[in-house]
């Protein structure tokens, strides 16, 4: 059974890479527009992952993340900041509730590797 990653993340040109990236490492991807529509599918797949953007309209990603850390069948789910807010207190902010950060830009040779890191750990 291949792994499947959840990734929320309101940009449509984001979703599609990381889309293609991970697919072509044999990871499933399920695409989320928005936190709110994110943590219902993380609630009906219990994904072994959830990317999370942390910059989106209504609700954003670290208010997400702490919804999704109330519901017990995720809570060992890691969930990863993969977010273009690469200041120094941006990512403290992101890890205070994330397992992980990524910085946007990705960078396309290192990003498998780094998500199979997270989803081994």
């Known amino acids: 059974m291949s792994q499947q990653i959840l990734y929320i993340e309101?940009?449509?040109f984001n979703r599609i890479l990381v889309r293609r990236i991970l697919e072509a490492e044999g990871?499933?991807?399920i695409e989320a527009d928005n936190a709110a529509?994110?943590?219902e599918i993380a609630?009906?797949?219990v994904p072994d992952l959830i990317l999370m953007d942390l910059s989106m309209p209504e609700l954003d990603g670290l208010?997400?993340?702490r919804a999704l850390r109330?519901?017990?069948s995720l809570s060992h789910v890691p969930i990863i900041a993969?977010?273009?807010n690469v200041m120094p207190a941006d990512r403290s902010r992101a890890l205070e509730v994330c397992d992980g950060y990524i910085p946007k830009p990705i960078d396309v040779d290192n990003f498998p590797a780094e998500v199979q890191r997270y989803l081994r750990s």
């Open 82 to 84: 993969l977010t273009a």
């Open 37 to 39: 529509e994110g943590i």
């Open 70 to 72: 109330q519901i017990p």
């Open 43 to 45: 609630k009906q797949i």
């Open 27 to 29: 990871i499933k991807v």
């Open 10 to 12: 309101d940009n449509a």
């Open 63 to 65: 208010t997400a993340t």
